[in-house]
């Protein structure tokens, strides 16, 4: 079975940088997409950002030129490099690993942006 184990979550000022990271418990480089999700209290849950095996990326549109996710496939770890940091980016930060015949999530990082 596979285990997601996310870290790096906290409490942050606006303008400031965290970075999360996702370690698999399998082979990530097996793992055809890497998601960053995010759920703020009484919201969705929505794509923050997202990466294939082939190192294909996408961005939430309010993300994007602030946040950068990357595969580290060595370590089995994918990070969420998340500068210029909003209030409205706090939200619960999930990571998925998605392969053709299953997804898992993580167990959720709390991400708090406040002065």
């Known amino acids: 079975q596979v285990h997601l184990v996310e870290s790096g979550g906290g409490l942050v000022q606006p303008g400031g940088s965290l970075r999360l990271s996702c370690t698999t418990s399998?082979?990530?480089?097996?793992?055809?997409?890497m998601g960053w999700y995010r759920q703020a209290p009484g919201k969705q849950r929505e794509l923050v950002a997202g990466i294939t095996s082939g190192d294909i990326t996408n961005y939430q549109d309010s993300v994007k030129g602030r946040f950068t996710i990357s595969r580290d496939n060595a370590k089995n770890t994918v990070y969420l490099q998340m500068n210029s940091l909003k209030p409205e980016d706090t939200a619960v930060y999930y990571c998925?690993?998605?392969?053709?015949?299953?997804?898992?999530w993580g167990q959720g990082t709390q991400v708090t942006v406040s002065s």
């Open positions: 998925l690993a998605n392969s053709k015949s299953w997804a898992v």
């Open positions: 399998i082979s990530i480089s097996s793992i055809y997409f």
